[in-house]
């Protein structure tokens, strides 16, 4: 009887022994688990950050480009406001036109540029 109280006792043992070492493993993995968590939290919030900020850009570069336009607008009020004023003076006539052509060409210049250096160009080579 004594052999079977000390076996029931070492048992006991033996289980409060791994009762602990389970617990300590399962209070590791929570810590690991945690600073796994946190480390995925940080980088999700650079990302949208990144993001964020990536969609400002866009934003203001698109409301840049379509306010450059507005020049070459103007220029066609002004064109379509006074054309008897310019058919009756051909030196008036060509100089108004060849302005209002180099500011379009200046403006459609420096959109296309921007648009150029916003769009992601993928390369054609091979890796």
Do not use: F
């Not at 409060?16 to 999700?44: F, P, Q, Y």
């Not at 306010?67 to 006539?93: D, F, Q, Y």
Request: proline share 4%.
């Amino acid at each position: 009887m004594e052999d079977r109280i000390r076996m029931l006792q070492q048992w006991l043992v033996d289980v409060e022994h791994n009762i602990g070492r389970v617990k300590s493993e399962l209070a590791e993995h929570k810590r690991d688990t945690k600073r796994a968590l946190e480390e995925l939290e940080r980088k999700h919030e650079a990302g949208l950050g990144e993001l964020r900020l990536l969609i400002k850009q866009m934003e203001a570069s698109d409301a840049r480009i379509d306010g450059r336009a507005l020049p070459v607008i103007g220029w066609g009020v002004v064109l379509s406001g006074i054309p008897e004023v310019l058919a009756l003076s051909g030196w008036m006539t060509y100089p108004v036109c060849l302005v209002s052509i180099a500011v379009t060409i200046i403006v459609a210049l420096s959109v296309l540029r921007d648009y150029r250096g916003a769009t992601p160009r993928t390369g054609g080579g091979t890796p």
